[in-house]
C-alpha cells in the first residue's frame, strides 16, 4: 500500500488496502495533541504556534475550535468523554465540561508552579497521567503526576528527558533516536526503564497503544 513501507510482517493486518494516506489539512509550522471526537465525529488539535484548536470534520473540513487556546499541548479523553488538555502557557492541565466550562484541574505541585504540561493519557481507572518536562518556564519539576479524579496527586514518578506518555515513552538516546518503555505506578517504586526499540531516523513523539498492545 501507498504510503507505508512495512518492515514488520505482524503490521501487516493493521494496513487497509482501500484506506489510502490522505493529507486532511496543512500550512501549520506544527501541530500537538490530536484527539478524536468520535460522537462529534471530527478530530481535535493544537496549532500550537498559533494558539488555537483546530477541528476537522469530513462534513465540513477545517476550523477554528477555540483561540486562543492557551497555547495548548497534549489532549486526551476521560471516562466521560471530557477534553483533558495540557497548557504550555498556562502551566497546567485544564479540563472541558459538557456544557462548554473550562476547570483548571492541577497548576502547581509540591509548592512549586508546573513548567509546560506537555503529554496527557487518561488510565482506565480514571486516573490522569501527565508530564512536566523542564523546557517550559522557570519551574524545577520534571515528572509525570498521577490524578484521581478528585485531583489527588497519587505519586509524582521523575522520567527520562523527553515527554510522551502511553507506555513506551520517546525520548532521544546519547546515541540516536530510541523509544524507551517506562512501567509508571502510583503504588511502587519508578522501575527500570527498557529499550524497546531503536528508531531509524529522526525521534518521533506522542505514541500510544491500541488494545492489543501495537
Known amino acids: 500500500m501507498d504510503g507505508f513501507e512495512i518492515r514488520d510482517p505482524r503490521f501487516r493486518h493493521y494496513v487497509l488496502d482501500n484506506a489510502g494516506l490522505e493529507e486532511i489539512a496543512a500550512g501549520f509550522r506544527w501541530v500537538e495533541g490530536p484527539v478524536w471526537m468520535g460522537d462529534w465525529n471530527c478530530l481535535l488539535f493544537q496549532d500550537l504556534p498559533r494558539n ?100 489527588f496527586v497519587l505519586k509524582c514518578t521523575k522520567v527520562e528527558e523527553k515527554c510522551s506518555l502511553g507506555n513506551p515513552a520517546d525520548y532521544r538516546h546519547r546515541e540516536g533516536p530510541e523509544v524507551r518503555a517506562q512501567r509508571l505506578e502510583p503504588c511502587a517504586p519508578t522501575t527500570a526503564r527498557e529499550s524497546w526499540r531503536r528508531a531509524q531516523g529522526e525521534a518521533g513523539a506522542r505514541q500510544c497503544l491500541d488494545g492489543q498492545g501495537a
Open 52 to 151: 488555537r484548536t483546530m477541528r476537522w470534520s469530513e462534513a465540513e473540513g477545517l476550523s477554528v475550535y477555540r483561540a486562543p487556546s492557551d497555547y495548548g499541548n497534549g489532549q486526551a479523553r476521560d471516562g466521560e468523554g471530557r477534553l483533558i488538555t495540557c497548557s504550555h502557557h498556562g502551566r497546567c492541565l485544564y479540563r472541558t465540561e459538557h456544557d462548554g466550562r473550562i476547570t483548571r484541574l492541577v497548576e502547581s505541585h509540591a509548592g512549586k508552579r508546573l513548567n509546560a504540561p506537555n503529554d496527557v493519557v487518561v488510565k482506565s481507572d480514571g486516573t490522569i497521567w501527565f508530564t512536566d518536562p523542564l523546557y517550559g518556564e522557570d519551574g524545577a519539576v520534571e515528572c509525570a503526576e498521577c490524578r484521581d479524579e478528585a485531583g
